[in-house]
């Protein structure tokens, strides 16, 4: 069992990987960023669970994560259902809800990130009520080729995975990186959720 300075020392870890991972990302030209993010879309695009999934979860992008937006447009062009997450800096609290077109969320209100997101009044369907998610497509800072991840420190998707699970079937995870975010290791902690797989650009992680 975890002792709390072994917590500790863990935390501190991933602060400094947080660090040198946005370093990193910072240095990658954005057309080395597009060609990455065409071909982890291509991987997903003919992955027998992205193919088999109704209901998928998916983050829309920001400068340093590979580009979702094709993925989001598959998605809606394929018949199947788009969450997208609505978050609240408050309380840490996320759900995802579900998004009718592309039009439709490119209209929505934007975040301090420039984000797409639906507001809280605005009544939509939400994924804890309809249980109707079998993917879910993640960010992270880092991740490990086993499926280790490293967010932005608020926890957001751990809670949100760990709080679906307890209500519904759980969906199958998968981690979408560009090459700068693969890591030999993660220093992680009881809270964080581990991804079933991870998706990236195999001929361009550093050696």
């Known amino acids: ?3 709390a300075p072994d917590e500790m020392e863990k935390f501190a870890a991933k602060a400094a990987l947080r660090n040198s991972i ?28 992205y193919l088999s999934s109704k209901g998928v979860a998916v983050f829309l992008s920001m400068k340093d994560e590979v580009d979702t937006e094709g993925i989001v447009r598959n998605i809606f ?5 788009c969450y997208i997450p609505r978050y609240r800096e ?5 759900t995802m809800i579900r998004m009718n077109s592309y ?16 507001l809280e009044e605005d009544r939509r369907e939400d994924v ?10 993640t960010p992270g800072l880092a991740f ?15 809670k949100f995975v760990t709080a679906y699970k307890c209500l519904h079937k759980p969906p199958y ?11 030999d290791h993660i220093p992680c902690t009881s809270t964080d959720v581990q991804m079933d797989e991870v998706l990236y650009d195999y001929h361009k992680t550093r050696e």
């Open 90 to 94: 408050t309380d840490g609290y996320m």
């Open 173 to 183: 995870l998968i981690g979408l990186a560009l090459s700068h975010s693969i890591v």
């Open 22 to 49: 946005k370093i990193a990302l910072k240095q990658l030209k954005c057309q080395d960023r597009s060609s990455q993010s065409l071909e982890v879309t291509k991987k997903l695009l003919v992955h027998p669970k």
């Open 1 to 3: 069992m975890s002792t």
């Open 103 to 118: 039009d439709e969320l490119e209209n929505l209100p934007r975040t301090r990130w420039n984000i797409p997101q639906p």
């Open 77 to 81: 062009d394929s018949g199947k259902h």
């Open 144 to 158: 490990t080729k086993q499926g280790h991840r490293l967010g932005r420190g608020k926890g957001f998707y751990d």
């Open 128 to 137: 804890f009520q309809s249980g109707d998610l079998d993917l879910i497509l």
